[in-house]
């Protein structure tokens, strides 16, 4: 069964830190890039963060670019993300990805976690 489960989340104040983790399994997971994402309500989930099966390829989408890290350990089965200088519209549930890289562009599978929150205030 393939399975991703995210943790790590919670409330912190503006200019904090976070790592969220996602433990995967029920899939070959050495061979697939993996994504962040992160969900407001009202709003359609948008890309954070990939990074390729080696590690070879990340991406950042503009506004967390030099604040998120993504990383993997694919003797572990774990992709994180390490946030920080939080700001309070990262305020999100952040949702873990299993997914295929096309010509640098991220495609994600059906394959999603449960999601875990962030909240980012005073």
């Known amino acids: 069964q393939v399975q991703l489960v995210e943790s790590g989340g919670g409330l912190v104040q503006p200019g904090g830190s976070l790592r969220l983790s996602c433990a995967a399994s029920g899939f070959g997971f050495s061979s697939f890039p993996m994504g962040w994402y992160r969900q407001v309500p009202g709003k359609e989930r948008e890309l954070v963060a990939f990074i390729t099966s080696r590690s070879d390829q990340i991406y950042y989408a503009g506004d967390v670019t030099g604040r998120f890290t993504i990383s993997r350990d694919n003797s572990k089965n774990m992709v994180y993300l390490q946030m920080s200088g939080l700001k309070p519209e990262d305020t999100a549930v952040y949702y873990c990805?299993?997914?295929?890289?096309?010509?640098?562009?991220?495609?994600?599978?059906?394959?999603w976690g449960q999601g875990t929150r962030v909240t980012v205030s005073s």
């Open positions: 990805n299993r997914g295929r890289v096309y010509n640098t562009k991220y495609t994600p599978d059906d394959v």
